[in-house]
């Protein structure tokens, strides 16, 4: 088994920083990651890493879904990478 770590980070339309934060911080996935960490940066940028158990990187996981259009202002970017210890 590998440890996969999911990384989802989106930017918030003007002014609405704390509702796209509030947002992701609700947000439930359909079952519980090992780990699951949500920051937030300038800019009013939310990052959200999730580490799961798989078989590998490709496997798939539960993941954050997009925003409401108007609560963020470019698509959310998406990575995933395996954990080297």
Aim: charge should be negative.
């Amino acid at each position: 088994m590998t440890v996969v770590a999911l990384m989802w980070e989106a930017r918030a339309a003007d002014g609405r920083g704390p509702e796209l934060l509030e947002w992701a911080r609700s947000r439930e996935l359909a079952r519980d990651p090992l780990r699951r960490e949500t920051l937030r940066a300038p800019g009013d940028r939310v990052l959200v890493i999730t580490w799961w158990e798989a078989p590998d990187t490709a496997a798939e996981l539960p993941e954050l879904p997009e925003p409401a259009a108007d609560l963020i202002t470019r698509p959310v970017h998406r990575w995933r990478f395996e954990s080297l210890g």
